[in-house]
Each structure stands twice: as structure tokens, then as C-alpha cells.
T-cell receptor, first 115, second 109 residues
């Protein structure tokens, strides 16, 4: 079946622009995570949804970052007034479990470059 | 946030050799996971460990959850070229997974 998909795969933004990154989780998956992965580093947690509820957003680095999942399926990560330090790969993962989501399936990521 | 240290940072090995890498933390985790990531792709889960002392295998891969709950190791036996990639450990605390910095593996045919 289809895995987690993310779009766009690559995004180049000029400093100060707003961007929106989309994640389509595996159908029926309750939990959805966003991660930020800098070059040469492991993924870092940004935020977590269970259905449409955003249960944890403690990893969002600033109030320029905003995530939503209004119908409990597709999620969008929005970054306002992008800065160069926002350049990274943004990974989305989904999990069937509604409780602690051990079996996370990752999408291919969106590589954001801010110039 | 939580710091997970992986070693070695990179490995260059001959095909057929065994590989060992580990992950240590200053904090206790209740679950350890090992992932592999290839260029341009997201991480793929290899092995999940749920209790201290647990030893789990998945084909040529074996991983153990340390007794102190602050470390884990991953072994790959009889490496093959398609084992190339970056291997990440991840520890679960609360609802958050904390990832290590990765071990880059290169297998020379």
C-alpha cells in the first residue's frame, strides 16, 4: 500500500517568505509526527498529533512554526518569515497506534533551502 | 533536549565483515529503536526494543537494550553492499523520540 508521502520534495525560499509543507500519512494512521533534520544530524522532534489534536508542540523552535491537522489526516507544517537557520529536511512520520507510537513510518522528507 | 551519542561516527568495512555500533545516553529511556536512512529517504525502522536487557534479532541484525536503560548496541553480521547507509538510534521518553547523530556505514565490495 501507499506509504507516507510529503510534498514538495524540495523547496527553495527566499529569506522572509512563508512556506507550507504537506504530509499525507498512511491511511488510518492515528498519530503523526513532524521532525527537523539538519545536515549530518539525526531527526529532531517538532510536534505530535493524535487525530486532529496537537498533543505536543514543545519541539517547535519558534512561534514562526505552526502545524495543523484539521481533519485528522493530512497535516501541514507552516513556517513564516523563513530564516537561513530553517534550512533542513522536514520529515513526517505516522503511526497506527493512538497511544505510544512505536512503529513510526517516515516519509521521504521535504528539503527546505532558505537563501 | 536529550543527547544520544552514537559511535563510531563512520565505518568503512569489507563486505562480509561484522559491524558493531552503539548508542549511549545520560538519560534513561523506556524504548530503544534502531533506524536506517538512505540518501533522499526517510528513516526505516529496523529493530525496536521494549525492556532492559532485551536482545532482539531481525535477520542479520541484532540489537540489545542495555541493563542500565541508558545504552543500546546494534550488530550487523556478514555485511553486504546494500547495508550502506546511516544508522540512527532513538530513545523514547514520554511521547518524544530522541535520535542520535548517526553512524555512517560504507561497505566495500
Amino acid at each position: 500500500g501507499a506509504g507516507v508521502s510529503q510534498s514538495p520534495r524540495y523547496k527553495v525560499a527566499k529569506r522572509g517568505q512563508d512556506v507550507a509543507l504537506r504530509c499525507d500519512p498512511i491511511s488510518g494512521h492515528v498519530s503523526l509526527f513532524w521532525y527537523q533534520q539538519a545536515l549530518g544530524q539525526g531527526p529532531e522532534f517538532l510536534t505530535y498529533f493524535q487525530n486532529e489534536a496537537q498533543l505536543d508542540k514543545s519541539g517547535l523552535p519558534s512561534d514562526r512554526f505552526f502545524a495543523e491537522r484539521p481533519e485528522g489526516s493530512v497535516s501541514t507544517l507552516k513556517i513564516q518569515r523563513t530564516q537561513q537557520e530553517d534550512s533542513a529536511v522536514y520529515l513526517c512520520a505516522s503511526s497506527l497506534a493512538g497511544a505510544v507510537p512505536y512503529e513510526q513510518y517516515f516519509g521521504p522528507g521535504t528539503r527546505l533551502t532558505v537563501t | 533536549g536529550q543527547q544520544l551519542n552514537q559511535s563510531p561516527q563512520s565505518m568503512f568495512i569489507q563486505e562480509g565483515e561484522d559491524v558493531s555500533m552503539n548508542c549511549t545516553s545520560s538519560s534513561i529511556f523506556n524504548t530503544w529503536l534502531w533506524y536506517k536512512q538512505e540518501p533522499g529517504e526517510g528513516p526505516v525502522l529496523l529493530i525496536a526494543l521494549y525492556k532492559a536487557g532485551e536482545l532482539t534479532s531481525n535477520g542479520r541484525l541484532t540489537a540489545q537494550f542495555g541493563i542500565t536503560r541508558k545504552d543500546s548496541f546494534l550488530n550487523i553480521s556478514a555485511s553486504i553492499p546494500s547495508d550502506v547507509g546511516i544508522y540512527f538510534c532513538a530513545g523514547l521518553a514520554g511521547n518524544q523520540f530522541y535520535f542520535g547523530t548517526g553512524t555512517s556505514l560504507t561497505v566495500i565490495p
